[in-house]
């Protein structure tokens, strides 16, 4: 069965440091998708990434970057810098191209962040 | 922006009651769903709709039910309310017209529902 964990249930960090967030997925699956979303404080779910299980090239998005590795099924998320800002929760997800046009996603518990200035 | 709105944004009920929390979108998407929030478990998929009067279950169906008669709007019901669904509950949407898996969902901005 498909699943995804977020071992940190939460993490503090000054302002400037590097923070990086876990996320380990589980799946049966050879084609899959992984997701990250950001939910600020005002609870709105904000879509930060994709990235398809063909594709392990790590991505950067300004103080952001992602590591994909399959060989450990992990999807971590970097923050380089961080601001008060980024404190939010965040959560990794997965989606799996087996079982239909679907796109049903499986999220993680989220790991809260926050940034103290 | 995807369009989408939630109502109400809030909604405090008591046990028994029936409730509906209305998803509305304005651009047409097939795919559309609600989850919902809960500490310590992440979004978890209620029902899901991929067109109009198409319907099916989610991992945490039981207790709720959904309607979908027409493209725009998703309902979402409580047909008799218990306190274990306080939750905050979100609809999303799929940016994919065939719901492809790796397709991108947005988020409406939630409904927070506490029942007494």
């Known amino acids: 069965a498909q699943k995804v964990t977020q071992a940190q249930t939460e993490i503090s960090v000054v302002e400037k440091e590097d923070v990086t967030l876990d996320c380990v997925y589980e799946t049966r699956d050879t084609t899959y998708y992984l997701f990250w979303y950001k939910q600020p404080p005002s609870g709105e779910l904000v879509f930060l990434i994709r990235r398809n299980s063909f594709d392990e090239q790590n991505e950067i998005s300004g103080r952001y970057s992602w590591n994909f590795q399959k060989s450990t099924s992990s999807f971590n998320f970097t923050i380089t810098a961080s601001q008060v800002v980024d404190s939010a929760v965040y959560f990794c997800?997965?989606?799996?191209?087996?079982?239909?046009?679907?796109?049903?996603?499986?999220f993680g518990t989220g790991t809260l962040l926050a940034v103290q200035p | 922006d995807a369009g989408i709105t939630q109502s109400p944004r809030h909604k405090v009920t008591e046990t028994g009651t029936p409730v509906t929390l209305r998803c509305h979108q304005t651009?047409?998407?097939?795919?559309m769903y609600w989850y919902r929030q809960d500490p310590g478990h992440g979004l978890r998929l209620i029902h899901y709709s991929y067109g109009v009067k198409d319907t099916d279950k989610g991992e945490v169906s039981d207790g709720y039910s959904v309607s979908r008669s027409k493209t725009e709007d998703f309902l979402l019901t409580l047909e008799s309310a218990t306190s274990s669904q306080t939750s905050v509950y979100f609809c999303?949407?799929?940016?994919?017209?065939?719901?492809?898996?790796?397709?991108?969902?947005?988020f409406g901005p939630g409904t927070r529902l506490t029942v007494l």
């Open positions: 651009e047409n998407h097939r795919y």
């Open positions: 997800a997965l989606s799996e191209a087996y079982g239909g046009a679907t796109n049903k996603l499986i």
């Open positions: 999303a949407i799929s940016e994919s017209s065939w719901g492809l898996a790796g397709a991108g969902q947005y």
